[in-house]
Nanobody
Framework: QVRLVESGGGLVQSGGSLRLSCAAS????????MGWYRQAPGKQRELVAT???????NYADSVKGRFTISRDNAKNTVYLQMNSLKPEDTAVYYC???????????????WGQGTQVTVSS
């Protein structure tokens, strides 16, 4: 079965940086889009950044110029470099991947368990 495992979350001061990683494992044939979403207390889950298999990126307005998404297709891994962090970035960050298993012919969404990012003022 597919697993998406996030790492790199933690506590950081305002203005600091963190690098999140998410590795997909399992009987995977192909991965199309990958991305990061976040959910703060009392808020709905929101898109942070996405990246296609070819490397095209999309960012939420709130993180443009501060966050950078990238991926390593050979390792089935997506990264999120977060710089100039603000307290409002505090949230649980979730990894997402649209992928095809070797046992199916359709692409489906898969989610990681989430990793906590806390930014202190």
């Amino acid at each position: 079965q597919v697993r998406l495992v996030e790492s790199g979350g933690g506590l950081v001061q305002s203005g600091g940086s963190l690098r999140l990683s998410c590795a997909a494992s399992g009987s995977i044939l192909s991965i199309n889009d990958m991305g990061w979403y976040r959910q703060a207390p009392g808020k709905q889950r929101e898109l942070v950044a996405t990246i296609t298999r070819g490397g095209s990126t999309n960012y939420a307005d709130s993180v443009k110029g501060r966050f950078t998404i990238s991926r390593d297709n050979a390792k089935n891994t997506v990264y999120l470099q977060m710089n100039s962090l603000k307290p409002e970035d505090t949230a649980v960050y979730y990894c997402n991947a649209v992928l095809r298993l070797i046992t199916t012919i359709v692409y489906r969404d898969y989610w990681g368990q989430g990793t906590q990012v806390t930014v202190s003022s």
